[in-house]
């Protein structure tokens, strides 16, 4: 299971207590209390894994430890280890107290959050020529402590997008083995499926339908995951009555959640054609090219369609290992 928005408590450590004491050996009197040690901070570092999140499902109250109390003959109390959660890449992370936020893009990039407080100094510190027996320490200062809200906008090379039940969750299957689960029945995908296929990311996103911009359905929720891929595949079903419909109600929900969707580069496919006579499928096609679409014919279940798909892809690969043109 993908969690992909979540808000948690974060308490950074208290720095610990520094104490009084006194040296009591003769010819060697004098304070000798110690500092307390500084507390723990909380930090956030981004891994691959994207169901990282996942952890802060039920565990959403997370404090680092607190710095120890000074000792005794000028020993510090110790400082508290840092408190390090990992988070997946593509997370946004905003301070809910703040309004504070950052963007977490690159594996191993760690953030801090919550800066752990400052041990207080012993009685040794306090002393003077006109205070040789101090008898105040101070006290360890307060860790931070906010709140702050996960989210994950996930970051793919390809996201199959597309109606419920347009078949994105077997092309992913047959692509990637994959194991989305497939039915047909409305929001079969309830959270976004991923595949790999040799070096791309691939996204099943969960199929949009007329009014997701608004919240209807699964929402605004998953047009956030194709905000963020990189390029689109856009299924249409051959069982569809008019393909041409669907096509512009998801090409819709996307323009009115953010117009830069549409720019991104976009593959239309004919999926479940083996469902449909070639009479349809020729109508179709002619239907889309009136629009000014091309779309391409595919079915899992013939080999020659998928070679296209994969012809495909093999291109989005060499583009991704293209160099940069420097100037």
């Not at 905003?94 to 959050?113: A, K």
């Not at 969960?206 to 047009?223: D, Q, T, Y």
Request: aromatic share 6%; hydrophobic share 35%; no cysteine.
């Amino acid at each position: 299971m993908i969690i992909d928005d979540v808000t948690i408590t974060v308490s950074a450590g208290n720095g610990g207590d520094g104490i009084v004491r006194f040296n009591k050996t003769k010819m060697s009197l004098g304070p000798t209390g110690g500092n307390g040690g500084n507390g723990g901070s909380v930090f956030l570092k981004g891994v691959s894994d994207l169901t990282a999140l996942k952890q802060f499902r039920f565990k959403k109250d997370l404090k680092a430890n607190n710095g120890q109390t000074g000792q005794n003959q000028l020993h510090d109390g110790a400082n508290a280890d840092d408190l390090t959660l990992l988070v997946p890449v593509g997370t946004i992370a905003r301070n809910l107290d703040t309004g504070g936020s950052f963007e977490i893009t690159q594996i191993g990039q760690t953030e801090l959050i919550a800066k752990g407080g400052r041990g207080g100094k012993g009685n040794f510190l306090f002393r003077s020529a006109t205070n040789t027996t101090p008898l105040q320490a101070g006290k360890g200062k307060p860790g931070e402590n906010f709140s702050m809200r996960l989210e994950l906008k996930m970051i793919a090379d390809v996201g199959f997008i597309g109606l419920p039940n347009v078949g994105k969750s077997s092309l992913l299957n047959e692509l990637t083995r994959a194991s989305a689960k497939v039915a047909n029945y409305p929001f079969t995908t309830l959270e976004p499926n991923l595949g790999v296929y040799y070096e791309l990311i691939l996204a099943d996103i969960p199929g949009l339908i007329e009014g997701a911009s608004a919240g209807k359905g699964l929402g605004i929720k998953f047009l956030r995951h194709v905000e963020r891929t990189k390029v689109l595949f856009h299924l249409v079903s051959a069982e569809s009555e008019d393909p041409v419909k669907d096509y512009k109600t998801v090409r819709t929900e996307l323009e009115m959640y953010n117009p830069l969707l549409l720019d991104k580069t976009e593959y239309v496919f004919l999926s479940k054609t083996d469902t449909a006579p070639p009479e349809k499928i020729k109508d179709i096609k002619k239907d889309f090219k009136k629009i000014k679409k091309e779309i391409l014919e595919i079915s899992i279940i013939d080999p020659s369609a998928m070679e296209g798909v994969k012809k495909i892809l093999n291109e989005i690969i060499k583009e991704k290992k293209a160099p940069l043109k420097t100037i």
